[in-house]
């Protein structure tokens, strides 16, 4: 225990007290839970690691505990959808270490609000106005006005009108903020051509306001004629904050546009900004959140991420993973490709999926016994990114593989589709899904540990921090959205879960418990 003397003894000599070394220094919750993650994820990590195609290829299966090979390989789809969600299933029994190891994996990781009943998102959002509902899916539908209130309450709590939607694709978030909130935004697009697609969607709204009598109405406001301004221009993660961009793509699209968070002055007009991206894929939310610290005239950051496995590691400064000192610091902090693509799953749909069985469950065996024929022909080819198709899972295993081969290169005509050996493959189809199960369950914890270190971060730099589950995990299953500011939060979330759950209740959807993840949003 620190500062307790500890007794040692000296070649020849009577037993003398050490001197009490220094303090074990504090640790947050945040940097606990960091260091946990990480001794489940070292304990497990075969598992974590292992890719499904390779099932047969490495017998993953005799991998696994010996003690739980007998429940999982014995258990129904609708058991193990209970062991994801923490129920058991009807009539299971798990071996107790089994149980040990799912309840930790849930533990640790961060609540993800409450899935809503309806298994799909809705067609039409009655949160978004018609007009600006027109080219946008209905998960983005979901999502859009609920990241849009979030922002405004950063507004009104900061002083900020300015936002600057980095990753903007074709516009649809800022033409939200923009139209219907009254927002003066920025969208920043690395790809000139989803540029210039926005800005023809907001000539077309604009068309349709003009036409208009009377301006449609959002929650009992006209929509606001002001567009977006649109900049092609992408993130250099490197660059100091007054060289925030880099030329568009493709290359020759153009000369990189003025920096939108401005120079030693401030930004384009002197104002201060706010910064958000929706679902900002790989290293471009870690680059935002260094943007963020080092640019004074960024009040207010609310970042989205995606694509975990696109993270750069170390060497690269900055990397992607780990970005805090906290987490580089602890002895198997480091994440494989694997790891990172893991927490991208959607652990909510993979369950719908189990309770409602169906051909989508022979998806993960088909591939990997696919996997198992073009390693036996050309053993040199694994782990081709191979796409028979999006419903090739409701084929049979010959017309399936009939449309993989070819993709490897090889011809169908020479490879035994109907042998013993492939119908011994597919009879495991059960215990491939048990397998993927089990790295279900430690996805959101990786997920955890990825955004615990981008809050962590954002704490040595003394910055106000909350993770908030903003949307429906079911709908959108990366939903935690990392809000930082320069100033304390407590404004800007207090209600925010009333206000973003409001609307039409023919959505079929339940309100999210969208504050109630929030971490201490004091600075360490």
């Not at 009333?498 to 339940?510: L, P």
Request: hydrophobic residues 40%.
């Amino acid at each position: 225990m620190p500062g307790v003397p500890v007794t040692s003894r000296v070649p020849g000599g009577a037993a003398v007290a050490a001197p009490p070394g220094p303090p074990e220094p504090r640790q947050s919750p945040e940097q606990r839970r960091a260091a946990d993650i990480i001794r489940l994820l070292t304990l497990y990590r075969p598992l974590l690691d292992a890719f499904v195609i390779d099932f047969f290829t490495e017998d993953l299966w005799a991998q696994l505990p010996a003690a739980w090979q007998p429940a999982l390989a014995g258990a129904t789809p609708v058991q193990l959808a209970g062991l994801l969600g923490g129920s058991g299933g009807p009539g299971a029994a798990w071996p107790l270490s089994l149980l040990a190891f799912a309840a930790a994996a849930r533990a640790l990781a961060f609540p993800r609000g409450c899935p809503a009943r309806c298994p799909h998102p809705p067609c039409q959002s009655s949160r978004l106005p018609p007009p600006l509902r027109r080219h946008v899916k209905p998960k983005k539908q979901h999502e859009i006005p609920r990241l849009g209130k979030l922002l405004r309450r950063l507004s009104r709590a900061t002083g900020c009108e300015r936002v600057v939607d980095v990753g903007a694709g074709q516009g649809h978030l800022s033409r939200f903020l923009a139209f219907g909130l009254g927002l003066r935004v920025t969208a920043v697009e690395s790809d000139a051509r989803l540029a210039g697609l926005a800005q023809r969607f907001d000539r077309e709204l604009l068309r349709e306001l003009g036409k208009a009598r009377r301006a449609p109405a959002h929650g009992g406001h006209p929509l606001t004629p002001r567009a977006p301004r649109h900049v092609a221009g992408r993130l250099d993660p490197a660059a100091p904050w007054a060289e925030f961009l880099l030329p568009p793509e493709p290359p020759g699209a153009g000369p990189a546009a003025r920096n939108p968070l401005g120079g030693p002055g401030g930004s384009e007009d002197g104002e201060r900004v706010l910064v958000t991206g929706l679902h900002a894929c790989g290293d471009l939310s870690p680059a935002l959140l260094c943007h963020f610290a080092r640019s004074p005239v960024v009040a207010a950051v609310a970042l989205v991420g995606c694509c975990y496995m696109k993270l750069s590691t170390a060497p690269r400064q900055p990397p992607g993973y780990p970005l805090s000192a906290s987490v580089a610091a602890l002895p198997g902090h480091q994440l494989s490709y694997r790891a990172r693509e893991a927490a991208c799953h959607a652990l909510e749909e993979y369950q719908g999926r189990l309770r409602g069985g169906g051909a989508h469950l022979r998806a993960h065996c088909y591939r990997a016994a696919l996997e198992s024929l073009i390693r036996a022909a050309e053993p040199a080819k694994r782990h081709l990114g191979l796409q028979p198709g999006r419903k090739a899972h409701g084929l049979s295993f010959p017309e399936y593989a009939q449309l993989g081969l070819p993709l490897a290169g090889l011809d169908p005509a020479g490879v035994p589709l109907d042998s013993g050996a492939v119908g011994a493959m597919l009879e495991q189809q059960h215990k491939v899904v048990a397998f993927c199960t089990l790295g279900q369950l430690l996805a959101p914890a990786v997920e955890t540990l990825i955004l615990l270190d981008r809050l962590l971060y954002l704490r040595e730099q003394g910055f106000h921090c909350a993770l908030v589950p903003l949307f429906n995990p079911r709908f959108s299953p990366r939903n935690l959205v990392l809000v930082a500011a320069r100033t304390p939060l407590d404004t800007a979330l207090a209600g925010l879960a009333k206000d973003t759950g409001d609307g039409d209740s023919s959505e079929d959807e339940e309100p999210e418990e969208a504050a109630s993840l929030r971490e201490r949003q004091s600075p360490q």
